[in-house]
């Protein structure tokens, strides 16, 4: 018994148009749900500005007799000790400015506790990519020098390191 229609015309291979067709929508799905999908565990983009002493060029005073200690202060001067070229002045914490930190460290941590494994992810391949993408700078010109490291030494140890 054989069909026949006047709107089915019987030298037309339907069921290679049908699985034609099956093959085109299961094409876009794949596509649409792997490749054209947000991936919600990217990391996220954003910009710190490097400090002064991290750009090229810069030079800082160089001390004949570089310390930590600053003559009547309490702040800690920072300075390479290859060179003695000053860096900078970090004032050190108190009792009460760590117990606040502590306290905001616990406040941080309930709210952490919360997030999904993805949305730690997330921070952490934030973190890494910054770290990454900074590496010239965040090797630190001062560091090179103190340790006598290489930028790509310091490139792949961070890239080793992450992958663990």
Known sequence: MELSSPFLPEDLPWLEIAIAIVGVILTYVVVRSTILREDVEAPADYTVPLPEQCKPGWSGTISENPSIKIPRSSAIQCYNPATGQ????????????????VARAADAQIVWATTTFKQRRKVLRTMLKYVLMSIAALSLREGQVDIGGLLVGSFWTIKKTSQR
Not at 87 to 95: R, S
Request: aromatic fraction near 0%; hydrophobic fraction near 40%; proline fraction near 12%.
């Open 86 to 101: 000053l860096l900078g002045q970090v004032n050190p914490a108190t009792p009460d400015g760590i117990d606040r930190a």
